[in-house]
């Protein structure tokens, strides 16, 4: 079967309620012929963890959304998520939706999981913008899936960041020049790759300025879950070849400076404080 817009397949996104980032980045992100339909995990939960447990609990009620839409891959762009399920709950899941939509259906968190499998990596770094009880429950996952947090760098908001979110979550005020700042104190460690951690937290720009960090592929977890949805979709194996070139942007960079020139973002090397 075929579609106008998107004649190598479509990929399902779920994306969390209020989540600015996401689409965004998979538009810029899926090569020309792949198309995204998105849909939204919701819940009226006050609370932020009480909200991603929400968003997991729902699921299955979640992805009835695409209805019979022709999806070839289904990503589920909550890692937050990930971690307070846990590694049993969320394989299960998981599995479970992948056999009744007969299609892969995969999460953010596990996306990256297969990236790290794929460059072979163990030891890594991560970056991230979460509060610290959440950072913890994500140390926790990443150990529980085989692999070693040598370092952390959190992202700290600046002031006109902070002014900037109003009543929404602050990591969606997050700018890359914050997030870039942090990726960069990770300098030093021995680290097989950093991961960049929160889908609401933008990556690309920081991802174009610094693809490694010592030798490290630098991946966030909206990278990893649509370079995951895309090989799914093209029945293709997760290599660490294909995740490299998705890294050095070769195919997604001028579409990235298209959508962003009109803001004035660049990617010419930022200043970086030393560690």
Not at 33 to 51: C, H, W
Not at 141 to 170: D, I, L
Request: aromatic share 6%.
């Amino acid at each position: 079967m075929s579609f106008e817009y998107a004649p190598r397949g479509f990929v399902g996104m779920l994306t969390p309620q209020a989540n600015t980032t996401v689409e965004p980045e998979c538009n810029i992100l899926l090569p020309a012929g792949v198309g995204l339909l998105n849909a939204r995990l919701t819940s009226a939960k006050p609370a932020m963890e009480d909200r991603l447990i929400d968003y997991f609990d729902t699921l299955p009620a979640s992805v009835t959304q695409f209805a019979d839409a022709p999806v070839r891959a289904v990503g589920v762009a909550c890692t937050g998520s990930s971690y307070l399920a846990g590694r049993d709950r969320e394989d299960a899941i998981f599995q479970e939706l992948s056999q009744r939509l007969g299609v892969h259906v995969t999460s953010s968190a596990l996306a990256v999981v297969d990236a790290l499998h794929a460059l072979d990596a163990r030891r890594i770094g991560l970056v991230s913008p979460y509060p610290e009880s959440l950072l913890q429950q994500s140390i926790a996952y990443w150990r529980s899936r085989g692999f070693a947090v040598e370092a952390v760098a959190k992202v700290v908001a600046t002031a006109a960041e902070r002014e900037r979110s109003g009543s929404a979550h602050p990591v969606y005020a997050l700018g890359s020049e914050s997030v870039i700042q942090a990726l960069a104190t990770l300098r030093g460690h021995s680290l097989d790759a950093v991961v960049m951690l929160g889908t609401g937290m933008p990556s690309l720009k920081s991802i174009l300025q610094m693809p490694n960090l010592d030798g490290a592929p630098v991946i966030s977890c909206t990278l990893a879950l649509a370079w995951r949805c895309v090989r799914s979709v093209e029945g293709a194996a997760c290599t660490a070849e294909s995740l490299l070139e998705w890294i050095s942007a070769k195919d997604w960079r001028p579409r990235w400076q298209e959508r962003c020139a009109a803001t004035g973002a660049s990617v010419e090397p930022l200043k970086i404080n030393a560690p």
